[in-house]
């Protein structure tokens, strides 16, 4: 089954597929859906424009249709040569019935291509991560077939343990004062650092700060309780 995957933005939903991918050493399709997304584009378009213009010009291409045949992710995903790792990113993005439009596909690993009449199969059946944003409801039917997770978003306490394995050097007294608070800005060397409240600081910003010494004369910008830091 797939693992169906629901958090906040920016809890690392779409990381964990990556993550899995990476330390599994397989190949990883990344299908990001959009809100004019259809279920068709995952698993192949039929381009009929360009075979009707090639045939205007005379092109010795259209008389294989599958020549104008483009595959989606599902296609390309059900063609590895090694189990691959499927990601369908924000799938709430999408019309209501587009997740249930992909049941089948999802269940038993095929699809039926009309125009070439072919029936394409998983070589290695993929595994499947599926994120969603909680924006609306799925479909009961859809989510019978889901393994299910839910990452919270990081309190105080676990944004430090993560904020220390990517940013060893960070100085605590910023994370502590800054990166937890209401936002601020302030300039660096040029480089304008923002914080949003829980949201914490940017990379950009977090790699400047985890090298670059801090001088007196950065923080005229700084709210007092930064003045301390240098």
Known sequence: ???????????????????????????????????TSKSQQGLYEYDAVSR???SQLGDARVAEISNYILKGKLWEAFDSGVQPVLLIDEIDKADIE?????LRELDRMEFY???????????????VFITSNNEK???????????????RFPDKDTMTRIVDVHYPGLKKALLAEAGLR???TMTVKDVTITTEGRVGIDDQSLN?????????SWLKK??????GLK
């Open 208 to 216: 400047l700060l985890a090298h670059v010494p801090i001088q007196e």
């Open 222 to 227: 700084a709210p007092p309780y930064l003045a």
């Open 137 to 151: 409801e799925l479909p009961d039917a859809f989510l019978r077939r889901c393994f299910f997770h839910y990452i």
């Open 182 to 184: 209401d936002g601020f």
């Open 98 to 102: 587009f997740p249930n439009d992909l």
């Open 113 to 127: 291509v009309y125009e070439t009449r072919e029936l394409i199969k998983a070589k290695h059946r993929p595994i």
């Open 52 to 54: 009707l213009r090639d």
């Open 1 to 35: 089954r797939p693992l169906l995957v629901k958090g906040e933005p920016g809890t690392g939903k779409t990381q964990l597929a990556e993550e899995v991918a990476r330390a599994l050493g397989a190949p990883l399709f990344e299908w990001h859906i959009k809100s």
